[in-house]
Nanobody, 124 residues
């Protein structure tokens, strides 16, 4: 199984970025997908999650209204559109996949697979 995240970069405050995650080696449409982020010295933080059919999305309070998660089951991809970025959004962003999330989207330990991360840096 491989989750390949891409799309990170250096941007200025107020800019937008779109992260992508390409999954292979798993039944993608059977997996719940999510994005987490992590900064040095801190635990991995939930950002957004999406269910199998894109009917339900859930967001962390800090990014609600600015970020949008989506998926394309035909292409085995999940996306994170990030608008109105600010320096607090700077982090390594990870995509994650899990068939059954025992405690819910927000719990990193419930996911089966992780991507390698893509770095987002927002300058002020």
């Amino acid at each position: 199984v491989q989750l390949q995240a891409s799309g990170g970069g250096l941007v200025q405050a107020g800019d937008s970025l779109r992260l992508s995650c390409l999954a292979s080696g798993l039944a993608f449409s059977d997996n719940l997908m999510a994005w987490f982020r992590q900064t040095p010295g801190k635990e991995r933080e939930f950002v957004a999650g999406i269910d199998w059919s894109s009917r339900n999305m859930i967001y962390a309070g800090s990014i609600r209204g600015r970020f949008a998660i989506s998926r394309d089951n035909a292409k085995n991809m999940v996306f994170l559109q990030m608008d109105s970025l600010n320096p607090d959004d700077s982090a390594v962003y990870y995509c994650a996949a899990g068939r059954f999330l025992r405690r819910g989207f927000e719990y990193a330990g419930d996911y089966d697979y992780w991507g390698q991360g893509t770095l987002v840096t927002v300058s002020s």
